[in-house]
């Protein structure tokens, strides 16, 4: 009874930027570890970032001081800042979303989040 629906992706070429967004609506309430997570063709859905309720964040080591999560939660809105991309950063781009306080430290793994968006595509040319 939650719904996510991202935004914002597209081409772009290496070194680019992008703002990836997600709406949330519906049972909104409560506490929620969000997320991205991202997928390209032959490979394994991988955890790109999380946020907790409190803020505190999370990002896997291939996007660290490239990307940045940030939450308004007036809004109900999820963003993903892309700076410095790398064609390695192709892929599609999921949404996600637990009502659990923290994301915990297996933040990973998608089986964890019982909510999800439909995709956005990302792709960056060299």
């Known amino acids: 009874q939650v719904q996510l629906v991202e935004s914002g992706g597209g081409s772009v070429q290496a070194g680019g930027s992008l703002r990836l967004s997600c709406a949330a609506s519906?049972?909104?309430?409560?506490?929620?570890?969000m997320g991205w997570f991202r997928q390209a063709p032959g490979k394994e859905r991988e955890g790109v970032a999380v946020i907790d309720s409190d803020g505190s964040t999370s990002y896997t080591g291939s996007v660290k001081g490239r990307f940045t999560i940030s939450q308004d939660n007036a809004k109900n809105t999820l963003y993903l800042q892309m700076n410095s991309l790398k064609p390695e950063d192709t892929a599609m781009y999921y949404c996600a979303a637990d009502r659990r306080i923290s994301c915990g430290g297996y933040w990973q793994t998608p089986g964890g989040y019982n909510y999800w968006g439909q995709g956005t595509q990302v792709t960056v040319s060299s």
């Open positions: 519906g049972y909104t309430y409560g506490r929620f570890c």
